[in-house]
Nanobody
Framework: QVQLVESGGGLVQAGGSLRLSCAAS????????MGWFRQAPGKEREFVAH????????FYADSVKGRFTISRDNAKNTVFLQMNDLKPEDTAVYYC????????????WGQGTQVTVSS
């Protein structure tokens, strides 16, 4: 099995910053891309950002573009999400996920980490 463990969530005031980490471990797998998603109370889970493992190209949701930065450490199978200028509407549980080249999109998901932004 593959385990994804997120960390770095917490409570921050509007305008502040947090850095999330997600470390993948377990059986050997190929990584096509890793992504971050979030789910706010009463809302559906939404895409935040992803990074292609080969080449490092990134893509962001419009709502976070210019404020969030996704990066990776290939050697450690770890993906990061630097979140700056946080807003109350960024409050959500943040999940990382791995696309392991199954052709079914994201195959593995973490347990989530809570991010709360106070106004």
């Amino acid at each position: 099995q593959v385990q994804l463990v997120e960390s770095g969530g917490g409570l921050v005031q509007a305008g502040g910053s947090l850095r999330l980490s997600c470390a993948a471990s377990g059986r050997t797998f190929s990584t096509n891309r890793m992504g971050w998603f979030r789910q706010a109370p009463g809302k559906e889970r939404e895409f935040v950002a992803h990074i292609w493992w080969s080449g490092g190209s990134t893509f962001y949701a419009d709502s976070v573009k210019g404020r969030f930065t996704i990066s990776r450490d290939n050697a450690k199978n770890t993906v990061f999400l630097q979140m700056n200028d946080l807003k109350p509407e960024d409050t959500a549980v943040y999940y990382c996920a791995v696309d392991a080249l199954s052709g079914r999109g994201y195959d593995y998901w973490g347990q989530g980490t809570q991010v709360t932004v106070s106004s």
